[in-house]
Every structure is written in structure tokens, then in C-alpha cells.
């Protein structure tokens, strides 16, 4: 199998290539090649697995049909900026998280004679913009707030039209906010939810622009890895036409998300919190999802890795801090 990682060198994009080199399979079937693609080098993981690195732009025009012109089985689809980013580099947004995706999909098509691969296109619960019922379920409706929002919902409605004509087998997964990021922060505006709990883990300050009422939908690192192996792998004839559908996680307020925090590691890393609040960032997170009733997903197999918000922060505290933090 050949497996082919848009956005590799992202940190959802790493941690999916660790998982596969690790596992060495995807499904039932083993993996005989590898190609990972980022506008930075991807580093190049240790495995027997033959790997080719590609560094370029993805929405360059002539970027697309030499990735998929090896005829890649499957190809996950990370390759975005983010939203705070696509709101405000207007035409960047519309450049790479829309045309993009339409030049990645149209040099599929291109290669013709029956190909169709498994496309997964990680989407985002941002296509939905308020007002909200109290919780988000399979049937509401699209009315993105923000042009990351719309750029994503349009990408949804092209891969499913692309697979009801055959053209590919393309499913889009909408991912909770992925909680807790690691690394350094990034410009997507829902940062803040891994800041408050990564850096003062790490000793270090965090700023908390947002009142502590805010209320989110998050799920881990690890889950975000499991539901694109699971989109991967699954039989997507269960889905019939409807190819997009929002993944399992869980709702909590900043204030659940800072009491998690003190229950796993104490009062002197809650106390490296710092609130100032931000109007940009509140005006813009009074737009999200709050909350929402996952059963289609659950009824097609995709399950999170944990159950509580406390298992968030010690699924980060393992996988990241090697089972440490600063107290």
C-alpha cells in the first residue's frame, strides 16, 4: 500500500506518521511506501519502509499531479493553514485551504482509468456558525462565521460531489479542537485552549484572553490520530452520499479545562495562568460550536482515546513531557 501525507510536517501530520511506521500497516493491508509532503521538509522517520520527502507548495498549480501520479492508495488530506491565519491573510486562505484542494482533487480525477483512492480530508467543526441549538447534531445546517470556516465547508461539498461521481473515495472527518497541542504556539485563534494547559506544565506563563464560561469542543492528539486511521481503513459504503461528518470528543468550559489542570497537577501550575482578556479573540470564539451529538460517528466505529478532560492532560503529560511536568 502507498500512502501519501499532505501536511506531514504538522504535528497531527508527525504523529500519523509515527503511527504508521510503527504499525507498518494501515488495516489488513501493508505498507509498501510512503510519501510525506509539507511546504517545510518533513523529517524523515526510521523505518524499513521506503520514504520519499517532498517539499513544496501545495497550492502551487503544478504541485499536485506529480504527488498523486504514483497512484497513492490512500491520501490524508492536512495540508491547511489556520483559522486565525485564513481570517486574516484573506486570499492565502482561499489559496491554499480551497484551491489547493481543488487542484489536489482535479489531478485525481486526471489520472482516470478506474483510479480512485481513499481521500481523508480533515475538516472542522468551524463549517458551523451560530446561532447553535444547545448541541450541534448530524443534520444542522453549514453557516460558517469565519472564511477558514467557508474554505472548509466548500472542500466538504466538492469531495463528496468528486465521490458520488466516482472520481475518488473521499471522506471528510470535522475535528474537535485538538487539545493539548504541542510545540510552540501557532496563529490559529483556538491556541489558547493548549496554552493554558502546555506552558504552565512547562513552567512557563500562559495568557487566558477568553472569560472562563466559554465552553468548547476538544478531543487529544492521540484521538485526532485514531479517527484518520479509522477513516482510513473503514468501509465508507456505510455512508452512502453523505461523505462529511463531525468526530466524537467532549464539551468543557476553560474553567472545567483550568480545574482539570489543577486536579492533575496542582495550584502552582494553575497559578501560572494569566488572564487578559482579548476582544479579537472573544468576538471570535463566541462564534464556535459548543457542544455537539456525535452518534453517526459513533455508530461507524470512531471512538476517542479518552473519557475525561483530566485524561487530555495526562495523555500530554505521556506523550509529550515523558510522563513529567514542571510543578
Not at 100 to 108: K, M, N, P, S
Not at 208 to 220: G, I, K, M, Q, Y
Request: aromatic share 8%; hydrophobic share 45%; charged share 20%.
Amino acid at each position: 500500500m502507498h500512502i501519501l501525507i499532505l501536511g506531514a510536517a504538522g504535528m497531527v501530520g508527525r504523529k500519523l506518521t509515527e503511527k504508521l511506521v510503527r504499525d507498518g500497516r494501515l488495516g489488513s493491508r501493508d505498507i509498501t511506501r510512503l510519501t510525506l509532503q509539507d511546504v517545510v521538509a518533513p523529517a524523515k522517520p526510521s523505518t524499513t519502509i521506503p520514504v520519499e520527502l517532498v517539499t513544496s507548495d501545495f497550492a502551487d498549480p503544478h504541485t499536485a499531479a506529480p504527488l498523486v501520479a504514483g497512484k497513492p492508495d490512500v491520501i490524508f488530506h492536512l495540508a491547511a493553514i489556520v483559522s486565525g491565519e485564513a481570517e486574516a491573510e484573506f486570499d492565502k486562505g482561499y489559496r491554499i485551504n480551497l484551491d489547493g484542494t481543488r487542484f489536489l482533487i482535479d489531478a485525481i480525477r486526471a489520472i482516470g482509468g478506474g483510479y480512485r483512492p481513499r481521500l481523508v480530508f480533515t475538516s472542522s467543526i468551524a463549517v458551523f456558525g451560530a446561532p447553535f441549538p444547545e448541541k450541534i447534531g448530524d443534520e444542522f445546517f453549514h453557516t460558517p462565521l469565519t472564511s477558514y470556516g467557508t474554505q472548509k465547508s466548500i472542500c466538504e461539498m466538492l469531495i463528496a460531489d468528486y465521490s458520488r461521481k466516482g472520481f475518488l473515495d473521499g471522506i471528510g472527518i470535522r475535528l474537535p479542537t485538538i487539545c493539548v497541542r504541542p510545540g510552540a504556539p501557532n496563529k490559529a485563534a483556538s491556541g489558547f485552549f493548549s496554552n493554558i494547559i502546555r506552558e504552565p506544565l512547562a513552567g512557563h506563563e500562559a495568557v487566558l484572553p477568553v472569560s472562563e464560561d466559554v465552553r468548547h469542543w476538544h478531543a487529544s492528539p492521540r484521538s485526532a490520530v485514531g479517527f484518520l486511521v479509522h477513516a482510513g481503513t473503514m468501509d465508507l459504503a456505510a455512508m452512502g452520499a453523505r461523505r462529511n461528518l463531525s468526530m466524537p470528543g467532549m464539551s468543557v468550559t476553560v474553567g472545567e479545562q483550568i480545574a482539570a489542570l489543577e486536579r492533575v497537577a496542582g495550584k502552582g501550575v494553575v497559578a501560572r495562568i494569566k488572564r487578559v482578556t482579548d476582544p479579537v479573540i472573544t468576538g471570535i470564539v463566541s462564534g464556535w460550536p459548543r457542544d455537539f451529538v456525535t452518534d453517526r460517528a459513533l455508530s461507524l466505529g470512531f471512538t476517542t482515546a479518552e473519557k475525561t478532560f483530566d485524561d487530555i492532560i495526562r495523555i500530554h503529560i505521556e506523550d509529550e513531557l515523558g510522563g513529567k511536568f514542571v510543578a
